[in-house]
């Protein structure tokens, strides 16, 4: 089905040669001045291969991290500037199988891999041939590493692939979830995580009984100034948390996209952005809320709302006393953003759940004066985070920070706003006493 470029090969090779041509003469011009022309033919060879034996003495062979460190440029009363890259060797690396590509895939997802230490693509599934062709040319996938949705269990055969990253319609991460666990590959999916509870736990249950990891992707929580906020709740900086609000709303496209269809989405604005609000309240407190109340309305006659609800407006009450607000939308004007309300100051993140540009405000008093900070930390992409903490868990096998459970528990809350909102009175939960109860180990400061 795919064809090596040979027009692209005898250009290249004849770009190669051209270049040995310039780098001869510019050698015979300036290094060999002064020798005969036999002199040189001879010394060509020579310096070829004196230069192997130094290169072969100057790097012997290396094992663990190629950790390199430099000095700092910065004075210590200067913001720190960024430690080298450091990544892995390129056959280190856990192999990733990138399936769909849409959206996500083409403009984030594999873009991403090249800011990852631990990960890189090796595969590719995707039932459009033609589009999944330029793509691997694109990222030097080999022919022969591009799967259909039919041929998709045939990559229990690839050795490359450690990992399946599945970046399918919500209704699709179950299946492929399972196929994939049965393929003998580790399971890396979007969120939501699926449809139902249901679906939830025989995805859990499929990948325990291959031996393989199941992560949900959930970047918010790998995210460095996400990570910061949560660390001054936990640590009570500013005293206990008493509210959050969280708001997550965009306009979206008049068209037939999958995420208007409820057999593909599972429903409309709740588990596509909603999602950020209800596990991002988690991950910063890491309770699990006991009650939720919601309330959901959709414009009558948008065609884009017929199956799926256009605005959700849920509250979570926590074992703490901490009670999150949270509004999500599909048709009102782009706004992704929280604020943490604690006793003696308040957290603000705007924009908080954009895959770029995030912004970070703390407001307090102390002495009595008002004063608003705003951390500046070096911006990382979320992508590439949440791929080396996978790889990493791979390679250590260690349960990853956002598992299977972690994806389930928010698909019951959800399950739990709909009824709240159908019955119009709220519902409780299932007490959970210990805090991150759903979460495996959590990232190394690296990979945050």
């Given at each position: 089905m795919f064809q090596e470029n040979t027009a692209y090969n005898t250009a290249f090779n004849s770009e190669a040669e051209n270049g040995y041509d310039y780098s001869r003469r510019h050698f015979i011009n300036h290094a060999g001045r002064g020798l005969l022309a036999v002199g040189v033919a001879s010394a060509l060879p020579l310096a070829a291969a004196g230069a192997a034996t130094a290169a072969k003495e100057a790097f012997p062979p290396t094992s663990g991290p190629l950790d390199i460190k430099l000095p700092p440029l910065e004075a210590p009363t200067d913001p720190k500037g960024a430690e080298p890259f450091n990544p892995d060797a390129p056959e280190r690396r856990v192999g990733y199988a990138v399936v769909g590509l849409g959206h996500l895939t083409l403009n984030e997802i594999l873009p991403a891999f090249a800011q990852c230490k631990h990960a890189k693509p090796v595969a590719l599934v995707?039932?459009?041939a033609d589009k999944m062709a330029k793509v691997a040319q694109q990222y030097g996938i080999k022919p022969s590493s591009c799967y259909s949705y039919q041929t998709?269990?045939?990559?229990?055969?690839?050795?490359?692939?450690?990992?399946?990253?599945?970046?399918?319609?919500?209704?699709m991460h179950h299946e492929f979830t399972i196929r994939?666990?049965?393929?003998?590959?580790?399971?890396?999916?979007e969120k939501p995580m699926a449809n139902s509870a249901k679906e939830c736990e025989e995805m859990i249950e499929a990948c325990k009984k291959?031996?393989?990891?199941?992560?949900?992707?959930?970047?918010?929580?790998?995210?460095?100034?996400?990570?910061?906020?949560?660390?001054?709740v936990r640590?009570?900086?500013?005293?206990?948390?008493?509210?959050?609000?969280?708001?997550?709303?965009?306009?979206?496209?008049?068209?037939?996209?999958?995420?208007?269809?409820?057999?593909?989405?599972?429903?409309?604005?709740l588990p596509d952005v909603g999602l950020y609000c209800l596990n991002t309240t988690r991950f910063l407190l890491g309770e699990e809320p006991i009650e939720v109340s919601a309330q959901i309305y959709s414009t009558s006659g948008d065609d884009r709302f017929k199956e799926i609800e256009e605005n959700v407006s849920f509250t979570l009450r926590f074992p703490s006393g901490a009670i999150s607000q949270c509004m999500t939308g599909y048709g009102s004007f782009n706004n992704k953003s929280y604020t943490v309300y604690a006793e003696t100051g308040s957290i603000k993140m705007d924009p908080a759940?954009?895959?770029?540009?995030?912004?970070?405000?703390?407001i307090h008093a102390p002495g009595g004066k008002q004063l608003k900070e705003t951390p500046n930390d070096p911006q990382k992409d979320q992508f590439a985070l949440e791929m080396d903490h996978m790889a990493e868990c791979?390679?250590?096998?260690?349960?990853?920070?956002?598992?299977?459970?972690?994806?389930?528990?928010?698909?019951?809350?959800?399950?739990?706003?709909y009824k709240s909102a159908k019955e119009n009175k709220p519902v409780k939960l299932p007490a959970v006493a210990k805090l991150d109860a759903f979460r495996g180990e959590a990232p190394k400061e690296e990979e945050a």
């Open positions: 995707s039932g459009d998709y269990d045939n990559l229990k055969n690839n050795p490359e692939v450690e990992v399946i990253y599945i970046v399918l319609p919500n209704s994939g666990a049965k393929a003998g590959k580790h399971i890396l999916c291959a031996g393989k990891k199941l992560m949900i992707a959930y970047r918010i929580q790998y995210e460095p100034l996400n990570r910061q906020v949560q660390k001054l640590d009570k900086t500013y005293g206990a948390t008493k509210m959050l609000q969280m708001m997550n709303t965009q306009n979206q496209a008049h068209d037939q996209q999958w995420r208007h269809k409820k057999a593909l989405a599972g429903g409309g604005s759940f954009p895959y770029k540009g995030l912004h970070q405000e703390r791979v390679r250590q096998n260690k349960t990853p920070y956002t598992p299977g459970e972690e994806g389930l528990q928010d698909q019951r809350i959800m399950e739990a706003i």
